[in-house]
């Protein structure tokens, strides 16, 4: 397949890699100078700002992924929907498959425990969350296909937040905050598992949800990896009230996916033995 896509930073890169690692051709469009994984042709250009994008309509994609994060000086707004609607304006749909775009659970508004799945109606609860929803709604009036891919918080390698929390006390949660994640890995595999399906004509929805799907309390996460790093443990919060949401998902499982990190604890698990 011949995919275009737009971003490359850490996680754009590991997509990209993943995509390269499965044979597909693959066209970089970043702003930055910086480097791309060998193998990929890049362009560098700046699809935020939307000035000569004319060298996108002459790429002829078969899935255009749209995986680009705000940098400094940049709203959500001008990243997530200046920016797609732009690119959108100018990739030729003539060969064009399949769009992507990488959106987020935070567009759920649900902050009191709840479940979340595939099927839970969308009700942003913040101004960031209605700014997702509203680029995803630029999909519904594209020619081919296309998938919101709703992912949970990563974690990784490089994304460490955690890690600097079990170390400060004064950083962990006073309630019973759940919280659902996905290894950075794992996203990347995910995404070109969908490219896959693409290509094997499989039908795909409209949006899924890219989560391990085992949500922890936050707490219970950070008391697990104080055991592992021999950190001391503070006490445990009050199990009332509850915040944030449960999230599983569905689609994903079903398609065939297989996870390499099945929850925090397998992922994690990874990271610290690699710092040792």
Known sequence: MRVLQIGCGGLGT??????????????????????????????????????????????????????LAPVEGQSYQQTYVQGLKNVLAHVSKSALRHVFFISSTGIYGEHQGEFVDDSTAV?????????????????????????????????????????????????????????????????????????????????????????????????????????????PLPDTPPLEPQTGKRITNQFLPQSGFKLKFADYRAGYEAILAARQ
């Open 123 to 231: 009700v942003p609860a913040d101004a960031d969350g209605q700014v997702m929803l509203d680029a995803e709604r630029l999909l519904y009036e594209l020619p081919c296909t296309h998938s919101a891919l709703r992912v949970s918080g990563i974690y990784g390698s490089q994304r460490l937040y955690l890690l600097r929390a079990v170390q400060d006390q004064a950083r962990w949660p006073k309630v019973a905050h759940w919280t659902n994640r996905i290894h950075e890995l794992d996203v990347a595999r995910a995404v070109v598992h969908l490219y896959e399906q693409v290509a094997n004509g499989m039908v795909l929805p409209a949006h899924c949800i890219v989560t391990d799907g085992v949500p922890a309390l936050q707490h219970e996460v950070l008391q697990w990896m104080a055991g592992k790093m021999q950190l």
């Open 14 to 67: 590991l997509i990209a890699q993943e995509t390269l690692a499965h044979g597909h051709e693959l066209i970089i469009v970043r702003r930055s100078r910086q480097a791309v994984p060998q193998g990929a042709q890049v362009l560098h250009l700046d699809v935020v700002k939307g000035d000569a994008l004319a060298p996108i309509a002459e790429l002829q994609p078969e899935i255009l992924l749209y995986c």
